[in-house]
């Protein structure tokens, strides 16, 4: 019988240890645990210590020793290649211990770094699985940054080997990996002794004699190589994710709570058993792709489908609806900007109706705020609830969600439901007090976070506590604000600190700020995040240029638009620019980034009491207005 909601939920507050030690049966340790907590140097708090663990061995070998070794474990369906390949749990666990092996001759360890760059290919998921195998950390770049910020991220993870392959393919372009790769590797202060190629189809990459090693040539010589156990506190992968200002935070998780909190995850959040096939559209670059297209459903048994392709031009809006019948999925989890773009193409749902959808039964939604208008259309269209749930790179896993595996409650729309069992949310008052039900306060988690969550960040233990634990003592604090309603329902309402969120990608406007900054005509600016119907947000650059600027506002605009292109990479949709006279601010200095948002959008906002000079506003307006970007 299905357990219910409160009682789990309860459960795991009651008495945490228990309520995880029995989640941690499911997984297959070398050792077991001294405790199941350790909780004596709190801020920071650490799952299973004492524990060895193999999370590789999880995900593959001993679902091939335990009777699944013929199920497919990967569909990869690429629609930009024309091509499905699928791979056995035993086809899988060959080829990743091979490449393991080709690593292993490449000098790579436990406890080594292993950066990842590469498109949604199955050579992705098999890298970050042999980096598990043995023992190493992998850190896994997003394919749409471009060269600078791969080079910060190469800067701090310091790896020893770096594993890309030649190109990505976007709908309609094919973008060359390698010279971007090359180009960060140039940048960066430290240098990775090897790369790994994956040369693909479409292009041919040109390699570094002594450096560069050509994918197949490496697997082919290698021995397969055995899973080296490790700690289960020590770390699998480094995410980097954006922060509040260019230099991104290295989000740390470890081995042991990651393979306890995802395998639990996968029966009550998702309810799904060994044997399903879960589609995930997202990317490996984030933390979704990382949790839902490859731990997850590996480490629980099921079939994972990589899709690399987009849900609408591959070739229409129904591709989704093709991979959901073709490979018999039973759930899905997508941004639901993928949805509006479905939407906006496929009104009335037209092209589901030519797929056999018998087989599936849930739409999860995360990434971004998901409008009831989108929600709705899709239960309408598909015929299946539809989960928006609440979580972040941080968390590695929902921490608000509608459980399906645990009695499922009714949706209220706006909400990402209730708080998943072993989150203890409170929605908290700047001063640290609870605020009633329908209040809005900060979002923040009552220490210890659950097992998967992140336990500090990569080299910065003090970022880590002044990030997310200063603000409120004893609690991790998300950043976002939201309110919890009188029958327990989470609502999450915006961010609270410089996070934008476009197409369900994390973007910082400090970051992109600190590119315009560079141009040599800008004397300030501000990036904020305006509303945008399919994107959900995209940024919107103001500059203010410098007496005497050497070129035209329109070429200012230009360059920089090109600058964030070029430095952060075109994943951020930076597409405007708009010179205004000034930046409007309070008397003390600070930029009034969320009235221009409110100007920006079009709303009815508040002149605030503290502003310089009200004056500014309407010469804001004005110069929005004649950009025709509001009427
Ligand atoms: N490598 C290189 N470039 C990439 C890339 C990659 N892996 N992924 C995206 N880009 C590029 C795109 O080609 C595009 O470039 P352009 O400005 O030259 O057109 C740009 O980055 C923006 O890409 P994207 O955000 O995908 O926008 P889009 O306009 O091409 O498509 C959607 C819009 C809604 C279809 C798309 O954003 C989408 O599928 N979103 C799903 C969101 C998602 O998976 N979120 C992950 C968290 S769950
Ligand atoms: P990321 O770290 O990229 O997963 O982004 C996390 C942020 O995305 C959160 O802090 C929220 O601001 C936003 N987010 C994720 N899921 C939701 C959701 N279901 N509803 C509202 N915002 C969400």
Redesign the pocket.
């Known amino acids: 019988m299905t357990e219910s909601y409160e009682t789990a939920f309860n459960s795991a507050l009651a008495d945490r240890e228990a309520f995880w030690a029995a989640a941690a049966e499911s997984i297959a340790w070398n050792k077991r645990w001294e405790r199941v907590l350790d909780s004596d140097n709190p801020p920071f708090y650490r799952w299973f210590p004492g524990a060895e663990i193999n999370t590789c061995h999880n995900a593959l070998d001993r679902h091939v020793e335990n009777g699944r070794a013929d199920q497919l474990a990967l569909i990869h369906d690429s629609p930009v290649t024309g091509q499905i390949v699928c791979f056995t749990y035993r086809e899988l666990l060959g080829h990743v211990a091979k490449l393991a092996g080709g690593l292993r001759e490449l000098g790579v360890a436990r406890g080594d770094r292993v950066l990842i760059y590469m498109p949604m290919v199955p050579e992705a998921v098999m890298a970050m699985l042999a980096c598990a195998r043995l023992g190493a950390i992998h850190s896994v770049v997003f394919g749409g940054f471009a060269s600078n910020e791969l080079a910060t991220r190469i800067d701090d993870a310091k790896p020893k080997v770096i594993v890309s392959a030649s190109c990505g393919i976007e709908v309609n372009r094919v973008i060359a990996y390698k010279p971007l790769l090359d180009e960060a590797i140039n940048l960066a202060a430290f240098k990775p002794q090897s790369c790994v190629v994956l040369q693909r189809d479409a292009e041919t990459a040109s390699m570094i004699d002594g450096r560069d090693h050509d994918w197949n040539e490496l697997v082919g010589a290698a021995a397969a190589a055995e899973c080296v156990p490790v700690a289960a506190t020590d770390p699998l992968y480094i995410l980097y ?2 922060g509040t200002t260019g230099l991104p935070k290295g ?1 740390v998780r470890d081995n042991g709570g990651h393979a306890v909190a995802l395998d639990w995850s996968m029966r009550n959040v998702y309810g799904l058993e060994a044997g399903d096939v879960f589609f995930t559209a997202s990317d490996v670059g ?3 792709g990382h949790s839902y297209i490859v731990y997850a459903p590996l480490i629980h048994g099921c079939t994972a489908i990589l899709y690399e392709g987009k849900p609408v031009g591959t070739p229409d809006a129904g591709a989704f609806w093709r991979v959901i019948a073709e490979h018999g999925a039973r759930a899905m989890f997508t ?2 900007t993928a949805f509006r773009a479905i939407k906006r193409e496929d009104p009335d749902g037209e092209l589901i109706k030519q797929y056999d959808l018998s087989k599936f039964e849930t739409l999860f ?6 409008d009831p208008a989108t929600v709705q259309w899709a239960e309408k269209h598909l015929g299946v609830p539809v989960i ?8 590695g896993w929902p921490i ?1 969600a509608n459980c399906m595996g645990l009695d499922p409650a009714p949706v209220k729309y706006g909400s ?1 439901t209730k708080p998943v069992p072993g989150w203890d949310l409170r929605v908290l008052d700047f001063d640290g007090s609870e605020m009633k039900a329908g209040e809005i306060g900060a979002l923040c988690a009552k220490l210890p976070l659950p097992p998967g969550s992140l336990p500090t960040l990569w080299n910065a233990d003090d970022r880590f506590v002044e990030a997310y634990l200063d603000d409120f003592p004893g609690h991790y604090h ?3 604000a ?1 309110y919890v309603d009188e029958d327990g329902y989470v609502y ?4 609270t600190d410089d ?1 934008i ?1 476009v197409a ?3 973007l910082s406007t400090g970051a992109i700020e600190e590119v315009l900054s560079e141009h040599s005509d800008v004397a300030e600016c501000a990036v904020v995040g305006a509303a945008d119907e399919l994107k959900g947000q995209v940024p919107l650059g103001f500059l203010v240029l410098k007496v005497g600027a050497e070129k035209s506002p329109e070429e200012v605009a230009g360059d920089v638009v090109r600058m964030v292109r070029d430095q952060i990479g075109p994943v951020v949709s930076f597409k405007t620019a708009l010179v205004v006279p000034r930046l409007p601010k309070t008397r003390s200095g600070k930029t009034l980034r969320g009235t221009m948002r409110s100007i920006a959008d079009g709303e009815d906002y508040k002149v605030p009491a503290t502003i310089d000079d009200p004056a500014i506003l309407d010469e804001i307006t004005g110069c929005l207005k004649s950009a025709g970007l509001i009427s």
Not at 388 to 395: I, L, R
């Open positions: 994710t954006s989000i984030w933390v979704v941004a639901p939604l995360a990434g971004e705020h998901a928006d749930h609440w979580w972040q790179t941080e968390t608000a990402a998300t950043a976002d939201g999450v309402m915006t961010r996070i969120n369900g990608h994390r």
